[in-house]
């Protein structure tokens, strides 16, 4: 078994960047963590976000998306390989209590389950900037929390 990582206080999910160089540990706050070749996370930064953010993904083009079921948006932010830093670029509103955020198989939409409001947000992706623009609010079942592209 490997040695624990401290997080910030509560943590809730995970990932990596593509190059597989850093971490990312969303709590009260994203943790940026470097790996080494044998694994072990090193905590070298954090970014602060709005209460409660609940999911960490990285999008297309660089970018990394945060949802923050407290105020209802997706923060979008900037990645820079060189250092693992996010640099905040903005925000979009969400329904009540966003789950994680999934891109359709072209990068051209983004999809956000809103877990108390059943719905999903719907969002025109630009591949420039990374930010988010509304399109339409698709309702659903029950506590919908995430959304999955079946392969043609």
Do not use: C
């Amino acid at each position: 078994m490997g040695t624990p990582v401290k997080t910030e206080a509560s943590p809730k999910h995970m990932t990596f960047d593509p190059t597989g160089r850093y971490a990312y540990v969303v709590g009260y706050v994203v943790g940026i963590y470097s790996r080494d070749e044998t694994g072990l996370l090193t905590l070298i930064g954090t970014v602060p976000t709005e209460i409660k953010p609940d999911n960490i993904t990285f999008g297309i083009g660089g970018f990394v998306y945060v949802t923050n079921y407290t105020d209802k948006t997706v923060y979008t932010y900037s990645f820079n390989s060189d250092t693992g830093n996010l640099t905040f670029i903005g925000e979009a509103a969400t329904g009540s209590y966003p789950q994680e955020i999934k891109f359709s198989p072209s990068g051209n939409f983004a999809y956000v389950p809103n877990n108390m409001d059943n719905t999903i947000s719907v969002y025109n992706m630009n591949s420039g900037n990374g930010t988010l623009t509304p399109q339409t609010t698709i309702s659903t079942g029950r506590g919908p929390v995430s959304v999955v592209f079946q392969k043609q």
